[in-house]
């Protein structure tokens, strides 16, 4: 028997997890993916919590506890990493659509993932309305700032 779409959802989405724990050398409490596909248009971000502290994936050494050797937990931030990872949400992204298209299944408009790295739980909320293509201000950044800023406040 051949893969099903849950499958194909299941494996993107995991590797979607995979790639941003392998960002954070595997150091993170949780990881919070954002995804989001309207008309022709794609979307990723990711943000993380490391040592309570709520981070987007170019803050992550403001996380970093001080201790004799600074250097000894810095995150490599760099453009490259930062691309590598964007990229390889992208593609998985991109292949969830086709599948969708494949096997006659409707594309959420949105994704937004929690992943608890300790429980290695996954949850999703997935949306299929339009968020943002109809209205003229509104950008996929603001939907995930949004919802960074709503988690980041959580733990205040």
């Known amino acids: 028997m051949g893969k099903t779409f849950e499958d ?5 989405q995991t590797d979607m997890v995979a790639v941003c ?3 954070v050398d595997g150091k993170a409490d949780d990881i919070y993916i954002y995804a989001s596909y309207e008309p022709e248009m794609y979307a990723f ?11 987007r994936k170019n803050q992550l050494n403001e996380a970093v506890e001080s201790s004799q050797n600074p250097k000894a937990h810095e995150y490599d931030i ?3 990493r930062v691309s590598a990872l964007t990229r390889t949400g992208m593609d998985n992204l991109e292949l969830i659509h086709e599948k969708c298209q494949k096997f006659n299944r409707e ?3 949105e994704f937004k993932l929690h992943y ?3 429980q290695n739980k996954l ?3 997935y949306r299929y309305d339009l968020v943002y293509s109809n209205d003229d ?3 996929p950044a603001d939907i995930f700032d949004a919802w960074f800023e709503e988690v980041k406040n959580q733990e205040n």
């Open 116 to 118: 608890d790295v300790k």
């Open 8 to 12: 194909y959802l299941f494996e993107a």
């Open 107 to 109: 594309m959420p408009t």
């Open 45 to 55: 971000n990711v943000f993380y919590r490391i040592n309570g502290k709520v981070v």
């Open 137 to 139: 201000e509104l950008l």
């Open 78 to 80: 760099s453009r490259e």
């Open 21 to 23: 724990l392998e960002y």
């Open 123 to 125: 949850e999703g909320n």
